[in-house]
């Protein structure tokens, strides 16, 4: 891995270092502070010149703080003589606002991706965009890491005897396929109605849930609005349980209030985004490793598409 080197953002600190460890490699020196009235001040503590830098930085929350820090770091980056800027953004905030669903609306996942241009990456690595079209808004490579690979395995290992997946809306009819087609399960459809921004109103099942084990799977969970909902429509139609699999666990709001229903048995996240607090009914499976062999084979020019087969 020589000519390479590995950064971390204040975000996910921990995550960074997993794959440091995946790697075999130490996280580079960066100091990222704030002045007292907010601003961020970042410093790189040791050369760069001529290498190939992986800055590590989800946008979560605090979504603008942690933004603006990934854009500092570039440009730091950039000034200091890298030979190139990949940025590793496991989470990529502002991804749901991806087209022009009402009149007068930003399109903010493009937004992001000139801003992230402008500062001067070369490339960006993220997991499980919100939306796939998302990478045609960069005119650099654009890797979306297919987040199903990390529950698969799991799911398996969860032996459940009448098993069957389901996308909580017909947007996610695509990524739910995948985690079908994977693992050789029947597919049903919760067919919703959105009134409003973190408000979901469920209106029909679309397929047969009587007696099955339920997998919910999806890009995100937020309020965890949606997947109680989801799950409790499920459970009215015959479901015997239902776990939800989301790579990102924001869980904002109301999120851990909601998860006390008695209709959504587990929820399976990763840690592309810090765990705010425990749950009972939460597990989290790492991501790093993905990351890691996606970084290792972007660096050595080798297939990415590979890891998924």
């Given at each position: 891995?020589s000519g390479f080197k590995l950064f971390s953002g204040t975000a996910n600190?921990?995550?960074?270092?997993?794959?440091?460890?995946?790697?075999?490699?130490?996280?580079?020196?960066?100091?990222?502070?704030?002045?007292?009235?907010?601003?961020?001040?970042?410093?790189?503590?040791?050369?760069?010149?001529?290498?190939?830098?992986?800055?590590?930085?989800?946008?979560?929350?605090?979504?603008?703080?942690?933004?603006?820090?990934?854009?500092?770091?570039?440009?730091?980056?950039?000034?200091?003589?890298?030979?190139?800027?990949?940025?590793?953004?496991?989470?990529?905030?502002?991804?749901?606002?991806?087209?022009?669903?009402?009149?007068?609306?930003?399109?903010?996942?493009?937004?992001?991706?000139?801003?992230?241009?402008?500062?001067?990456?070369?490339?960006?690595?993220?997991?499980?965009?919100?939306?796939?079209?998302?990478?045609?808004?960069?005119?650099?490579?654009?890797?979306?890491?297919?987040?199903?690979?990390?529950?698969?395995?799991?799911?398996?290992?969860?032996?459940?005897?009448?098993?069957?997946?389901?996308?909580?809306?017909?947007?996610?009819?695509?990524?739910?396929?995948?985690?079908?087609?994977?693992?050789?399960?029947?597919?049903?459809?919760?067919?919703?109605?959105?009134?409003?921004?973190?408000?979901?109103?469920?209106?029909?099942?679309?397929?047969?849930?009587?007696?099955?084990?339920?997998?919910?799977?999806?890009?995100?969970?937020?309020?965890?609005?949606?997947?109680?909902?989801?799950?409790?429509?499920?459970?009215?139609?015959?479901?015997?349980?239902?776990?939800?699999?989301?790579?990102?666990?924001?869980?904002?709001?109301?999120?851990?209030?909601?998860?006390?229903?008695?209709?959504?048995?587990?929820?399976?996240?990763?840690?592309?985004?810090?765990?705010?607090?425990?749950?009972?009914?939460?597990?989290?499976?790492?991501?790093?490793?993905?990351?890691?062999?996606?970084?290792?084979?972007?660096?050595?020019?080798?297939?990415?598409?590979?890891?998924?087969?």
């Amino acid at each position: 891995m020589s000519g390479f080197k590995l950064f971390s953002g204040t975000a996910n600190k921990a995550f960074a270092d997993e794959i440091g460890r995946y790697l075999n490699v130490e996280v580079g020196d960066a100091s990222v502070k704030q002045f007292s009235d907010g601003e961020i001040s970042v410093q790189i503590t040791e050369s760069v010149r001529g290498h190939d830098v992986f800055i590590i930085q989800p946008t979560c929350a605090p979504t603008n703080d942690n933004l603006m820090e990934l854009l500092i770091m570039i440009d730091a980056f950039k000034r200091s003589s890298a030979k190139s800027i990949s940025a590793v953004v496991p989470y990529y905030g502002y991804a749901r606002q991806d087209r022009k669903a009402a009149p007068r609306v930003p399109i903010t996942a493009k937004l992001v991706a000139d801003l992230l241009e402008k500062a001067g990456i070369d490339r960006i690595i993220t997991v499980d965009l919100h939306a796939a079209q998302i990478q045609g808004f960069f005119n650099i490579p654009a890797d979306n890491l297919f987040g199903s690979i990390l529950f698969v395995d799991y799911i398996k290992a969860k032996n459940f005897k009448n098993p069957i997946i389901a996308s909580p809306d017909i947007g996610g009819v695509t990524r739910a396929r995948s985690y079908a087609s994977k693992l050789g399960y029947d597919l049903v459809i919760v067919d919703k109605r959105r009134e409003k921004a973190n408000v979901a109103e469920v209106m029909n099942i679309i397929g047969d849930v009587e007696g099955k084990d339920v997998i919910l799977v999806d890009d995100m969970v937020d309020t965890a609005g949606t997947l109680v909902k989801a799950a409790a429509a499920l459970k009215k139609r015959g479901a015997t349980s239902v776990m939800a699999c989301c790579t990102h666990g924001v869980l904002s709001g109301k999120a851990y209030e909601n998860l006390n229903s008695k209709d959504l048995d587990e929820l399976v996240i990763s840690n592309t985004i810090p765990l705010k607090q425990n749950h009972e009914k939460i597990t989290v499976l790492s991501a790093a490793d993905i990351m890691g062999e996606a970084i290792y084979r972007i660096h050595n020019n080798q297939s990415v598409n590979s890891i998924f087969l």
